[in-house]
């Protein structure tokens, strides 16, 4: 009788061990998967945030290259001026940061002293970066909170673009030749490098 209720228990034991030994395995698995499931998310999304930092750049930086060569031979009759407001609204946030503070307040401080008071020592191609920091720096908050990085933004920069390439276009005198002459094939390609920051974004938006 005593080694029949011996046994039972050992059973008991091994059979409260394996079941143990089972929902330990399964909240284990659980876990490797949920685990996998977060890394897999957390790389997409990392990967997404990489993708809109880096177009960004890339947009800033084809600006900045339609302002140069507004200011070479390579010069047409487009309305530059309207990159400067396409900088401020696609310029990455570390870099709008910097300008947009203490290091900005002194660069426009400077340009505007050299501006008023030694204006032969203010070159004329000085005049459109010049803006582009006093506008970084005098921006209501609105505009650098609520405007920029938001819908609103991702639009103007749109129009900006649409109406700089129909621009393009007509000053070329034709689409084929804002795509075939060196000077329209220069402009044309700077041009459609704008399209890529807003497009970007606005799909990962509607997304």
């Not at 079941?19 to 998310?41: C, I, P, Q, R, W």
């Not at 203490?102 to 204006?119: D, K, N, S």
């Not at 749109?158 to 075939?180: K, P």
Request: aromatic share 14%; glycine share 10%; hydrophobic share 50%.
């Amino acid at each position: 009788m005593v080694g029949g209720k011996v046994g039972y228990l050992k059973m008991k034991t091994d059979s409260d061990l394996g079941a143990a030994s089972e929902l330990l395995t399964s909240d284990l698995n659980d876990v490797g998967t949920a685990m996998k499931k977060f890394a897999n998310h957390a790389i997409q999304l990392g990967g997404l945030g990489f993708g809109t930092s880096f177009l960004k750049w890339v947009a800033c930086f084809a600006a900045i290259y339609l302002l140069i060569l507004d200011r070479t031979n390579w010069k047409t009759n487009i309305l530059t001026s309207l990159l400067i407001p396409y900088i401020y609204l696609s310029l990455p946030s570390w870099l709008f940061g910097i300008l947009s503070g203490e290091i900005g307040m002194w660069i426009a401080f400077i340009a505007v002293v050299l501006r008023l008071f030694f204006p032969k020592h203010f070159p004329d191609w000085l005049e459109l970066p010049g803006s582009l920091i006093l506008l970084l720096v005098v921006a209501p908050s609105f505009f650098s909170d609520t405007v920029r990085g938001g819908i609103i933004g991702l639009f103007i920069c749109l129009a900006i673009g649409c109406y700089l390439l129909q621009e393009h276009i007509r000053a070329s005198g034709g689409f084929r030749n804002s795509f075939t002459k060196s000077n329209g094939l220069s402009n044309s390609i700077g041009i459609l490098l704008l399209f890529v920051y807003p497009v970007w974004a606005l799909v990962l938006w509607i997304l």
